[in-house]
């Protein structure tokens, strides 16, 4: 199968369980089961060519411009891991089918969880570390919602955000780290970066590199002194727990050193920092976890130190301690699923998880102590088991290991670091399952069903299967870490046994589960002890540490962002002066290259019009009605400017728009005060007319200046006068341009006005649903109200008129390819028409004889014009390719066929769409203000005899 | 003739940053559209001023206007509709609501310094 669909699988896949939800549990667990085994199955048929040695690659161009390719690779370090997820996966989704409870929505369960796995899946084969950084985010992502599953939870919360903030600051370090390694190696591809080990440790920026790297793999790998994220986010569901914090997840920072073995190990940095780190979260892991009565949390800290274990493996940068910590987290995989998901036993059938409530479990959950004990003990190190295998291979590789010029200290705090290990283990068993029965348990403790035990118990066949026979996991452990040294380095001869004489290691083991046994002994005054001992609490740091940033941040915003939002548009608009100020003065100015055309009277006569009404506007805006007025004759004027200089088609539209806007405004002043107050002080005044005359002078030198010089290069507009005709078939340019040469962007903004006319009409209704409604129920209006409505003069002539503004609209919009006019001005013409209906004949008259929704009409517009652009790939064109002929039927003459008229006629159902939705919604406001709302248009109606039934539209229709 | 456009452009403008600045939202939205009337004029004007020939073509004639401003003032000019009732939506929907239509949303003096902690 093509890693492709390996890849996307899990993605399309997380679409189903949510769907499957109301089909049942076991239905919804099913199709994720489905979904995970065929990745699983797509990415074992990949496995002959892996163990043959080759890489399976598959990639397509994504942005190669920034060098961002989709490119995917499959070697063994990637199988490897893509087993671990998908497989362990596989068990987790069989296990947590029985698991979470009835009142748990599985569905949005599931469907995180297949987010999760494609996004491991991801990583893990990528060959693109741009592509890689990008799965490395979305598992963060992922994780954050499955940690955070239990919502009602506040722990469940607050771990959800930690994990989020380290793993995404790791991940944001880690970015940088990526973009200096692809700038040094100057592409962004592994299996281009893997080549090139000496570029990379010779540059002077390896070393941040490396730190910004290791920064990531530590806070996803949870690795001091960023471990404490880890206990917290087990207040997930423990499915999730075993899948993300034991077997995938927190691996991902271990897979990505793994990968970056070959180019950035075997420099003193890398081992001194990641040797050191990984030794320090080792021992202190083993330490806590052994004083945790939190069985999950005990299991966390474990987990943290046998990360740092494979952490510090990694570290000494040789060939067999690649060889030890792959085979670790092989075996850690194996072992730490089957206790988690043991914890999660236990906690489900005794309701709680704390060891000093428990012991005692030994005869009443036989099948669970069998799985648990044999997971423990290898986790101990105890042979013919897998821990100690390569727990054996890590000490042997402490031996040869020299920190800080001292022989003793790794072998010394690897001995120690598995003592507090062997002795949690053993804890682990004796305090919950031996000991007396005890009859206090919160819930009687039984054996669960196979579903629950099943998948632990398959993976505790592994453990021992290994543990008993290691040469079947030996070809397989040594192709992966043939592909984790990637040829810097042999592979190592050495087998794995169980018995390798009386080699040292031999005696750190024996040092290690006898220490353990002893210290369990003593455990409860080492306990007293603990407990008195001063410890920093990690989430109390974290907490004070946000809240400081947090503190920071509002002293910094608040003064600066105080919502007032007219002190905002005044810094904007001198700052926007300023900058053009700036631009001009240290530019060049070239001369006048146009002459001034001469002024006619009536140009002037307009001009006037225009200043005088701006300026009233300026001083007359306390009433606003007049104000009202005054904003239409500029509006008149400008459009009357456009006729003038040459845009007939502006000069329509600008018309039309301003009736719609006007009547707009009417509708909203209708609830407004109609005046405004004298508020702000005369300085205030004072400093707002010099800011708008400071404006107002700028826009104007700046127009000036180019109204009087020719653009520095030629526009483009030559092309759309040369080709109107000729590729287009129209005459008019301004409607060819819209419809055809520019049509993807008309497209958008016919979308962009549907779009605004569905948020008012969103708006309206969030208010009539509130507590508005009744206040606008209760309102008595301001002002009298006009005696006769619905003047029946107005009334005959809209209707009389209707069909004449039709045939207009008809008219312009069919003329529009050639003449002015075209689907936007037609269509504001037909909205007027519309609207004249409801002010003469009133809404529910109007609304009774309303045959389509608005919001039908803006969807028709939207798909039309669509449809139209997406007809143009059936003849193997791009989208919106237009098209025309001439036909004649014989009766008429030659006419244009254009399928931009077609287009067209989706801009004009927008439009009407748009402007009635818009303007039907205020008046909506307007009509439940006072109630009482006649069903009949006119007061005196000769064909009427009978009284309208209230609440039937009436049925009488018109006159 | 080129004056005349610019010095409306710019008085437009004035007036609309004055209007802009004032302290409730219908004159705030009257202050909008009268810029959008001068930033729509001067998006038209960056064509340059042709008079009488418009874009529309004619066998015999080789002087038109620049019909891309138009086309994209065309577009502007209905775009600024769908704005201004969205923003007359909102500011009406903020009165109705709190019978209040000052623009200003200025923070209570003894703002509660907790907000925002989780």
Redesign the interface.
């Given at each position: 199968m093509s890693l492709f669909f390996i890849v996307a699988l899990p993605f399309f896949g997380a679409l189903l369980p949510g769907l499957m939800n109301s089909a049942g549990r076991s239905a919804c667990a099913g199709v994720t089961f489905t979904v995970s085994l065929a990745a699983f199955i797509g990415l074992l048929t990949n496995l002959p060519t892996v163990l043959a040695g080759e890489v399976v690659t598959a990639g397509v161009d994504w942005m190669p411009v920034l060098g961002l390719n989709f490119t995917l690779m499959l070697d063994g370090l990637g199988f490897f891991f893509a087993l671990l997820i998908l497989g362990i996966g596989l068990l987790i989704i069989a296990y947590a089918r029985h698991y979470l409870s009835r009142d748990d929505n599985m569905g949005q369960f599931f469907t995180y969880l297949l987010l999760f796995q494609g996004a491991m899946v991801g990583i893990v084969l990528s060959d693109n570390i741009l592509l890689l950084l990008i799965f490395w985010e979305l598992t963060s992502l992922s994780s954050f919602l499955l940690i955070g599953y239990w919502k009602h939870l506040p722990e469940g919360?607050q771990g959800a955000?930690m994990a989020l903030t380290v793993t995404g600051m790791g991940g944001l370090a880690m970015i940088g780290g990526m973009l200096i390694l692809g700038q040094i190696v100057g592409s962004y591809d592994l299996s281009v970066i893997l080549q090139n080990r000496d570029l990379i440790q010779a540059d002077p920026l390896y070393v941040p590199a490396l730190i910004l790297i290791l920064l990531g793999c530590f806070t996803k790998s949870a690795q001091f002194p960023f471990h404490f994220w880890l206990p917290h986010a087990m207040a997930a569901p423990t499915p999730v727990s075993a899948y993300l914090h034991s077997a995938t997840m927190v691996k991902a920072g271990i897979f990505l050193m793994a990968r970056m073995w070959p180019v950035l190990s075997g420099t003193t940095e890398w081992f001194v920092i990641v040797t050191t780190a990984g030794l320090i979260t080792m021992v202190l892991g083993a330490i806590i976890a052994l004083f945790k009565h939190d069985l999950k949390a005990l299991l966390a800290f474990s987990t943290v130190s046998h990360l740092g274990l494979i952490t510090m493996l990694l570290g000494t940068g040789t060939a067999f301690g690649a060889m030890a910590a792959m085979f670790h987290i092989l075996n850690h995989a194996t072992f730490k699923a089957a206790l988690f998901m043991s914890a999660g036993i236990v906690d489900h059938e005794t309701h709680t998880r704390d060891i000093r409530r428990l012991g005692g479990l030994r005869t009443l959950m036989p099948i669970t102590f069998v799985i648990v004990v044999l997971a423990a003990l290898s986790m101990a190190g105890i042979p013919l088991l897998n821990g100690f295998l390569s727990k054996e291979m890590m000490l042997e590789e402490a031996t040869h290991t020299v920190l800080f010029n001292s022989p003793w200290l790794v072998p010394a705090l690897a001995t120690f670091g598995s003592l507090f290990s062997a002795a949690y283990c053993f804890r682990l068993i004796g305090h919950t399952f031996f000991g007396p029965v005890r009859d206090d348990y919160p819930s009687k403790p039984h054996d669960p069903g196979f579903g629950l035990w099943g998948p632990p118990a398959f993976l505790v066949l592994l453990v021992v299967a290994i543990g008993v026979a290691p040469f079947l996991a030996e070809p397989f452990v040594k192709m992966v870490t043939a592909s984790v040294l990637g040829g810097e380095a042999e592979v190592p001869k050495a087998y794995f046994k169980i018995w390798h004489g009386l080699v040292p290691a031999l005696f750190m083991s024996a040092i290690a589960v006898v220490g353990g046994l002893v210290l369990l002994a003593v455990f409860n005054p080492a306990l007293r002890l603990w407990d008195r001992a001063p410890r920093p609490e990690a989430k109390t740091i974290f907490e004070a540490l946000v809240?400081a940033v947090?503190s920071l941040a509002?002293r910094l915003i608040?003064p600066l962002h105080?919502?007032?939002?007219?002190?905002y548009?005044?810094i904007g608009?001198v700052a926007i002066v300023v900058l053009g100020f700036h631009a001009w003065s240290t530019g060049t100015v070239g001369p006048a290259t146009?002459v001034?055309?001469?002024?006619t009277p009536v140009?002037?006569a307009g001009?006037a019009m225009?200043?005088a009404a701006?300026?009233g506007?300026?001083f007359l805006?306390r009433n606003?009605f007049l104000?009202?007025i005054l904003?239409g004759i500029?509006?008149l004027m400008?459009s009357i400017?456009?006729v003038?200089?040459?845009?007939?088609?502006?000069a329509m539209?600008?018309f039309t728009?301003e009736v719609?806007?006007i009547i707009?405004?009417l509708l909203?002043?209708n609830?407004?005060?109609k005046h405004?107050p004298v508020?702000?002080t005369v300085l205030r005044r004072v400093r707002?007319?010099g800011?708008?005359?400071f404006?107002?002078?700028a826009?104007?030198?700046l127009?000036?200046h180019?109204?009087?010089r020719?653009a520095v290069t030629g526009?483009?507009?030559e092309f759309?006068?040369a080709n109107?005709?000729k590729g287009g078939g129209g005459?008019?340019?301004?409607n060819v341009?819209?419809v055809d040469f520019?049509g993807f962007?008309?497209y958008g903004?016919i979308i962009?006005?549907g779009i605004?006319?569905l948020?008012?009409y969103a708006?309206?209704e969030?208010?009539l649903g509130?507590?508005?409604r009744a206040?606008?129920l209760n309102r008595t209006p301001d002002a009298a109200r006009a005696g006769d409505a619905h003047p029946m003069m107005m009334v005959v002539l809209t209707r009389v008129i209707m069909p004449v503004v039709l045939m207009v609209g008809f008219y312009i919009f069919l003329r529009g390819h050639?003449?002015?006019g075209g689907g936007?001005i037609a269509g504001?013409i037909v909205s007027i028409g519309v609207v004249m209906q409801y002010m003469a004949s009133g809404f529910s008259w109007t609304s009774a004889r309303l045959r389509y929704p608005y919001h039908g009409v803006i969807g028709a517009g939207v798909l039309i014009a669509g449809l139209t652009g997406i007809g143009s790939w059936f003849v193997g064109k791009p989208f919106l390719t237009s098209d025309f002929t001439y036909v004649r039927i014989p009766p008429f003459n030659e006419f244009e066929l254009a399928t931009a008229a077609l287009f067209d006629l989706g801009v004009f159902l927008a439009?009407v769409g748009?402007?009635m939705l818009?303007l039907e919604?205020?008046s909506r406001?307007a009509r439940r203000a006072h109630v009482p709302d006649n069903e009949h248009p006119m007061d005196i109606d000769p064909s009427r005899d009978d009284k309208p039934v209230p609440g039937t539209p009436a049925a009488q229709g018109g006159v | 003739?080129?004056?005349?456009?610019?010095?409306?452009?710019?008085?437009?403008?004035?007036?609309g940053?004055?209007?802009?600045?004032?302290?409730?939202?219908?004159?705030?939205?009257?202050g909008i559209?009268?810029l959008t009337?001068?930033v729509?004029?001067?998006l038209?004007?960056?064509?340059?001023?042709?008079?009488?020939?418009?874009?529309?073509?004619?066998d015999d004639i080789t002087r038109?206007?620049?019909?891309?401003p138009?086309?994209l003032?065309?577009?502007a000019?209905?775009?600024?509709?769908?704005?201004?009732?969205?923003v007359?939506?909102?500011?009406?929907?903020a009165?109705?609501?709190s019978h209040d239509?000052h623009?200003?949303?200025?923070?209570e003096p003894d703002?509660d310094?907790s907000e925002?902690?989780?």
């Open positions: 919360r955000r809240e947090a509002r608040l105080n919502g007032a939002f007219s002190r548009a005044a608009s146009r001034m055309q001469d002024v140009s002037v001009w225009l200043v701006t300026i506007m300026v805006h606003r104000s009202l904003i500029v509006g400008v400017g456009f003038f200089f040459s845009a007939p088609d502006l539209t600008q728009v719609v806007t707009l405004l909203a002043l609830f407004l005060p405004t508020e702000s707002d007319t800011i708008a005359l404006g107002g002078l826009t104007f030198g127009a000036y180019y109204l009087l020719d526009p483009i507009s759309h006068l109107s005709y005459t008019n340019v301004v341009i819209l520019r962007d008309t903004e962009v006005l605004a006319a948020l008012i708006l309206t969030t208010l509130g507590p508005v206040r606008l050639n003449e002015p936007f504001l439009v748009a402007v818009s919604s205020f406001l | 003739m080129e004056l005349l456009v610019a010095s409306a452009i710019g008085i437009m403008t004035a007036g940053l004055y209007l802009l600045l004032r302290l409730r939202t219908f004159p705030v939205i009257l559209s009268l009337y001068a729509n004029v001067f038209f004007a960056s064509g340059r001023l042709t008079i009488g020939a418009p874009p529309i073509l004619r038109y206007a620049d019909p891309l138009q086309a003032v065309l577009t000019i209905v775009i600024s509709f769908g704005m201004t009732a969205v007359v939506m909102i500011g009406l929907g009165y109705l609501g239509d623009v200003d949303d200025l923070p703002a310094a925002g902690r989780s």
